[in-house]
Nanobody, 123 residues
């Protein structure tokens, strides 16, 4: 799907909101699955949210369920992540990836992650 670019990160206090965006810099004839991952300092990547347009389904990690909403903007060719009621535990570097699952595994060690966008939530 070409290069993916994450944006929208920032620094907020507990309870604040941010909206992240994942955009494709090159044309792609179709978007399938897209997922958001995050990596806190000193930890491995962890799945956050997933959207599967083909199956018309979404999936969220238990830690963000009810607070985050993933959506696809077909006009802008982006996948967005609305993050509400942010907690310090949400702090980390956020990345998007064209995968159809949030499961961890060794594939994360070899995947070519993008630059990501930083989210800092202070208490």
């Amino acid at each position: 799907q070409g290069q993916l670019v994450e944006s929208g990160g920032g620094s907020v206090q507990t309870g604040g909101s941010l909206r992240l965006s994942c955009s494709a810099s090159r044309y792609t004839n179709s978007w399938t699955c897209m997922a958001w991952f995050r990596r806190p300092p000193g930890k491995e990547h962890e799945g956050v949210a997933l959207i599967n347009p083909g199956a018309n389904s979404t999936l969220y990690a238990d830690s963000v369920k009810g607070r985050f909403i993933i959506s696809q903007d077909r006009a802008k060719n982006t996948v967005d992540l609305q993050m509400n009621s942010l907690k310090p535990e949400d702090t980390g570097q956020y990345y998007c990836a064209p995968v159809c699952g949030l499961n961890g595994g060794s594939w994360m060690d070899t995947y070519s992650w993008g630059q990501g966008t930083q989210v800092i939530v202070s208490s």
